[in-house]
């Protein structure tokens, strides 16, 4: 059974930075591309940033490009998002993503096709 517990969420100000994290068990970690996803109160869940298994390739929402950066560790079987210069506009719970991946260079963007989820961690940013 595959299990992602993310960290990292809290209540910051506008221009603050976070990192959030989410720990991968039950598979290896390796064969997993991942993702990261939110979702705002009464919206939609959104793509924010996916990257491969390789950690060589990864992907961004036009809305976070710039400001968050997606990274993984195998060893750690943990992948990351660091964000900054944060703003009201991306409160919301995030939530990490895994599916299985032929491909090493392969990101996913679309988010019916994870098979895995978290539980999300909220991240509130006043302005």
């Known amino acids: 059974q595959v299990q992602l517990v993310e960290s990292g969420g809290g209540s910051v100000q506008t221009g603050d930075s976070l990192r959030l994290s989410c720990e991968v068990s039950g598979r290896t970690f390796s064969s997993l591309a991942m993702g990261w996803f939110r979702q705002a109160p009464g919206k939609e869940r959104e793509f924010v940033a996916a990257i491969s298994r390789n950690t060589g390739t990864t992907s961004y929402s036009d809305s976070v490009k710039g400001r968050f950066t997606i990274s993984r560790d195998n060893a750690k079987n943990t992948v990351y998002l660091q964000m900054n210069d944060l703003k009201p506009d991306d409160t919301a719970v995030y939530y990490c993503?895994?599916?299985?991946?032929?491909?090493?260079?392969?990101?996913?963007?679309?988010?019916?096709?994870?098979?895995?989820w978290g539980q999300g961690t909220q991240v509130t940013v006043a302005s």
């Open positions: 993503a895994a599916r299985s991946s032929m491909s090493i260079r392969a990101y996913y963007t679309e988010r019916g096709t994870y098979a895995y």
